[in-house]
């Protein structure tokens, strides 16, 4: 863990208590997002998307398998979240740390929640054979807030995904080599991600905000305003008005996020 | 016969010249070729040749004044991040001399300090001391990185740049040789400055840099350009060490900075303002000098990350 | 021979189409992404720096340590997260490729990480990612005797063939990758699978070493695109 400089840590402090940031931003304006689809031809649907200098790429493959017993008709979905120790110094090899789990079954929650993935239409053979969706994040760059890149990433990501045509034949699975059909994705969602520097919630943190940050809420809000996943994370407590505050800010925040999809 | 000019961008494996000429640091010599080692520019004197790194990470040596970030608070000494790959150690004793006191209640974890270089041991470790005017904690302020291969064209010719900001942003600036500049003034003024480093690091290499900043200081405060042109000074490339001026003018800021501080800090805690009358009895700027004199005759370059620009394309269609 | 043309329309000396760019990440020292046909390599280097896996150190040199990973989204069929004996073997033989052209005995007892990932696979990414590395090496500042660069050469329907395709990979009798030090011609990885005649394996080897020789021109470009005076 990187240790912060304690000037660091006021000056980023009386910067946000005067509703200032270091890149000039506002306490409620994001830095430039750019989102790219189809980057990788091997993946049925993938994505790269930008938030500042923070990058992630998503891939999204599927595999036929069993449902599970007590939804003998959904597809199922898998997030995996590689924070890979290219993106940030301090990020080591290995399996998935505590931090890159939370992180991906934040960004599964809200696709999860929101139910925008028909999965019925994943069904093959009810009992039998369902589409399974591997989702699997790649951090490449770290600059603050993955959650909201990641999140946007697997969203543009499951709009561009094809899936191949599979039929029963003779009671077994046929998987067509040229015929596709587009995910059936009913809704648009984004995540919010807030920190709290004193007293005052910030979105779209940075790496060095988030370092002196006291507390994080992340708001999924889909694009006609319901609130589908949250999590708080960080040291410190929030208050209910600290709360209300970012998820009013995120419902309005989320229809410009999804503006660029 | 040489294959490439002054100023040159060259690449590591490059074949600069044969071996009737010197090779300097950057470069190596096989089979009487002399060849670039580094990413940089040629800096040819002579008939010698150097490769100027364009990045490198900060390798302490003896005599540099560097900022550092205390990482750890021990029986003996704290340890302090140099934002290099070698670690420093601030002796208790280079502190307090032989008085005994509890270590964290001078310098704590995070603080951040304005140091020297006493020593390299033969594994690179640096021991830190505080002899030198304005040397110690700094109280706010921001820090900016950069790579420590651009430090001598933020400071400029005889500290023409870094005089030119300090002059127009009204922000006190401390220079470390491993890439750390703390700036301290009016808020916006901070932000400013550090918009400003940036941008120097960025276009170190580019002509007629000290007109161009000059302009956007005074479009950025006073809304509209410098009355008069500068003369243009022939300093790009100023790729060395800093002349001993820089430093001696850094420090003589630094000496009105510690008075106000020792001032400060008298009203303050017991504690720390001895701790400034010890510093103040110590500074030897002569020696400072010297020190200085010697080690412009042979410096490394140094670096650390920088990369503004990407935008590498990753589309199938 | 010279006149076969392969699957792809390729002469049998001709690369896939190659692109490379240097410093293309915020945070890494130094960075490069590659794509040669279908692969698209990413690599970042940081270092030298302090590492607390001390028995890798060195008293009076720095060290590397590589890492070649493979998106489970790479492949046709996902694969899992996580090193496989195939990515720790290739890990090892990249890193050996690398070591004789560093220059780190100015930072003895440091650390250099390579991290390759490889975001898309499409036949001879252990070449690719060794092409990336050695120019996200320079672009870290690196000290180094001269840019590393990998390419390949194999066996194709009896015919000696440069940069095998994934198709050409499989259908193919002999893949023989290699790495070189252009300015010196010293070779610094070196496998070769599949079934090969003295002579094929000269010719191998010669071809191989002049596709190096090629796309070594591209990397330079690519560090030279980056960092001329605009």
């Not at chain 1, 929101?114 to 589409?131: A, I, Q, R, T, Y």
């Not at chain 2, 002796?91 to 964290?104: H, I, M, S, Y």
């Not at chain 3, 792809?8 to 240097?22: C, N, S, Y």
Request: include cysteine; glycine fraction near 8%.
């Amino acid at each position: 863990m990187e240790i912060v400089p304690e000037i660091t840590r006021r000056s980023i402090e009386n910067l946000v208590g005067n509703d200032k940031r270091e890149d000039g931003r506002a306490l409620d304006e994001y830095r430039d997002i750019s989102i790219e689809t189809n980057v990788i031809s091997k993946a049925e649907g993938s994505a790269r998307v930008k938030i500042g200098g923070t990058q992630v790429i998503v891939g999204i493959k599927p595999q036929l398998g069993s449902p599970f017993p007590d939804t003998p008709d959904l597809g199922v979905l898998m997030t995996n979240c590689e924070m890979l120790p290219m993106a940030d110094p301090t990020f080591e090899p290995g399996p998935p740390s505590e931090d890159s789990i939370e992180l991906a079954r934040v960004v599964d929650r809200g696709i999860r929640e929101s139910e925008l993935v028909e999965l019925d239409k994943l069904c093959v053979e009810e009992g039998k054979h369902v589409w399974m969706l591997f989702i699997d994040l790649h951090i490449i760059d770290n600059c603050g807030n993955l959650f909201d890149a990641c999140e946007l990433a697997v969203m543009a990501a499951l709009k561009t995904t094809k899936l191949p045509v599979a039929t029963i034949v003779d009671e077994e699975v046929v998987i067509s080599e040229d015929e596709t059909f587009d995910l059936p994705i009913n809704n648009e969602l984004a995540l919010c991600t807030f920190v709290k520097i004193g007293d005052k919630m910030v979105i779209d943190p940075t790496l060095s905000e988030e370092s002196v940050a006291s507390a994080r809420l992340n708001v999924g809000v889909t694009k006609d305003g319901h609130i589908c996943s949250m999590q708080k994370g960080g040291k410190e407590p929030l208050t209910k008005d600290d709360i209300l505050f970012a998820v009013n800010l995120a419902v309005t925040k989320t229809k410009e996020l999804v503006e660029h999809l | 016969m040489i294959h490439v000019e002054n100023k040159d961008l060259v690449i590591p494996g490059q074949i600069l010249a044969d071996d009737e000429y010197y090779s300097g640091r950057g470069t190596f010599k096989e089979n009487g070729k002399i060849c670039s080692s580094l990413l940089g520019r040629v800096s040819l004197r002579n008939k010698k040749i150097r490769v100027i790194p364009l990045k490198s990470k900060y390798v302490p040596k003896k005599g540099d004044v560097v900022i550092g970030k205390i990482k750890d608070v021990r029986f003996s000494m704290w340890d302090v991040d140099i934002n290099s790959p070698y670690s420093g150690i601030l002796p208790a004793f280079e502190v307090f001399g032989r008085e005994k006191k509890e270590l964290n209640k001078v310098y704590d974890v995070g603080d951040v300090l304005f140091l020297r270089v006493v020593d390299v041991d033969e594994i690179k470790k640096a021991k830190l001391g505080l002899k030198g005017r304005g040397m110690g904690k700094f109280k706010g302020g921001i820090i900016v990185d950069i790579a420590p291969t651009k430090v001598p064209r933020l400071i400029g010719k005889k500290g023409s740049m870094i005089n030119m900001i300090k002059d127009k942003t009204k922000c006190k600036i401390v220079v470390g040789q491993n890439g750390l500049v703390w700036v301290k003034g009016n808020e916006d003024m901070e932000q400013l400055t550090r918009e400003i480093i940036h941008l120097i690091e960025a276009e170190a290499h580019t002509s007629g840099l000290t007109n161009k900043i000059k302009n956007k200081l005074y479009l950025a405060i006073d809304g509209e350009l410098p009355p008069e042109e500068v003369e243009e000074t022939e300093e790009e490339f100023v790729l060395e060490k800093p002349k001993l001026q820089n430093f001696k003018e850094e420090l003589e800021q630094e000496e009105k900075e510690a008075e106000e501080k020792a001032a400060e800090e008298e009203s303050e805690e017991s504690e720390e303002s001895e701790e400034e009358n010890e510093k103040k009895e110590k500074p030897d700027i002569g020696e400072v000098i010297e020190e200085f004199k010697r080690k412009n005759k042979s410096k490394d370059g140094l670096s650390y990350g920088d990369n503004s620009n990407n935008s590498f394309i990753l589309n199938n269609k | 021979m010279s006149d076969i043309i392969r699957d792809d329309g390729r002469k049998f000396d001709e690369l896939r189409p190659i692109k490379i760019e240097a410093g293309v990440l915020e945070r890494a020292d130094g960075s490069a992404y590659l794509e040669v046909g279908g692969n698209k390599i990413l690599v970042a280097v940081y270092g030298p720096r302090e590492s607390y896996i001390r028995r890798l150190l060195e008293p009076n040199t720095g060290v590397i340590r590589c890492r070649y990973n493979m998106a489970p989204f790479s492949v046709d069929d996902r694969k899992r997260p996580g090193p496989d004996r195939r990515s720790s073997e290739i890990s090892k033989i990249t890193a050996d490729a690398l070591r004789p052209a560093l220059m780190l005995e100015n930072y003895p007892r440091s650390m250099i990480d390579i991290y390759i990932e490889v975001i898309e696979a499409e036949g001879g990414t252990r070449c690719a990612g060794i092409t990336a590395a050695s120019v996200a090496l320079v672009d870290a500042g690196i000290p180094m005797k001269d840019i590393v660069v990998g390419c390949a050469a194999g066996k194709v329907y009896d015919e000696i063939v440069l940069d095998l395709s994934e198709k050409e990979d499989k259908e193919g009798q002999a893949d023989v990758p290699i790495a070189m030090m252009p300015r010196t011609g010293e070779i610094t990885l070196l496998q070769s699978d599949g079934d090969l005649t003295e002579e094929e394996f000269a010719k191998a080897i010669d071809l191989a070493m002049e596709g190096c020789r090629k796309v070594n021109e591209i990397q330079k470009e690519a560090l030279m695109k980056k960092y001329s005076i605009e």
